[in-house]
């Protein structure tokens, strides 16, 4: 596979797993998708869907431990543009 059948694979299956994120799934689940089509994309749409799963999740410990891992990857993406501001000026 080259590069763009990669990508239009990553697509295709980013595409798939969003229509099946509510159908059933626990908070859990959904948020542990959702963060993962996150990682994968770096889209702020999927991040707050991610935050929004995991404000839907009763138990506190995994809660925090979710909020936690979500707080480290939209810092993530925020230093990564922050960094990309800075070198275009």
Known sequence: MDKD???KLKQD???ELT???DDGM???ERFRTYFSVSE???DP???KKAYEAAMDIEDSTIKSSSLM???DLVSSY???TFEDEHDNN
């Open 69 to 71: 891992d979500l707080l």
């Open 40 to 42: 994968a994309l770096g």
């Open 78 to 80: 925020e230093n990564i």
């Open 13 to 15: 299956i980013v595409t």
């Open 19 to 21: 229509k099946l994120i």
């Open 45 to 47: 749409v999927t991040m």
């Open 5 to 7: 059948q990669l990508v």
């Open 26 to 28: 626990t908070p859990e």
